[in-house]
């Protein structure tokens, strides 16, 4: 019995060590996220651009990434095609989920740092009225630098790619 005692309590401080990974909710790379997305709701290119790095990588639901133009097309079509929201649960008054979390290097990775969002993103259509929500996972990863050095873009993009190619050849028609 004494074996088992001793077992348990070394697997009770062995198990709770500090793995190094810190995790924020309120802390300058949260918030800068935070600041981020007001820019994108205002459709503010230049705002977003401001913590982007000149090396961004940004990948849309792929292992390829799209450049950096391709984004702000994107982006920009997104704000002619629909009026945006973004919503977290059922509660407008949070907007999103923002954690930021830092992980300490080991053999094989360096350290990073990594901003993980969760939200809905809410849309409805200029051209028919139609809303569309999208559970949507946007991942920031850091530079050196401060700046967004990558983004990781994870939602169904079905119903938004949709109702852009049918608002645009509706203005073509026009």
Known sequence: ????????????????????????????????????FQHYLNNDMEGLKSLWSPELQVFLNSSEAISLDDLVGLLGAQHETFSIE??????????????????????????????????????????????????ANINFMWGDDGKIAAEYHMYDTTQMVAAIETAQAAAMTE
């Not at 198990?15 to 600041?35: E, M, P």
């Not at 059922?90 to 053999?107: A, H, L, M, R």
């Open 86 to 135: 973004m919503q977290w649960g059922s509660k407008q008054d949070i907007g999103y989920w923002v954690e930021t979390t830092s992980y300490p290097g080991g053999d094989a990775y360096d350290p990073v740092t990594v901003t993980q969002t969760w939200f809905n993103w809410i849309a409805t259509s200029k051209l028919t009225g139609e809303i569309i929500t999208l559970p």
């Open 1 to 36: 019995m004494k074996h088992i005692t001793v077992i348990f309590i070394s697997l009770i401080v062995l198990g709770c060590t500090n793995n190094g990974v810190v995790v924020n909710f309120d802390d300058d790379k949260s918030d800068a996220i935070r600041q981020h």
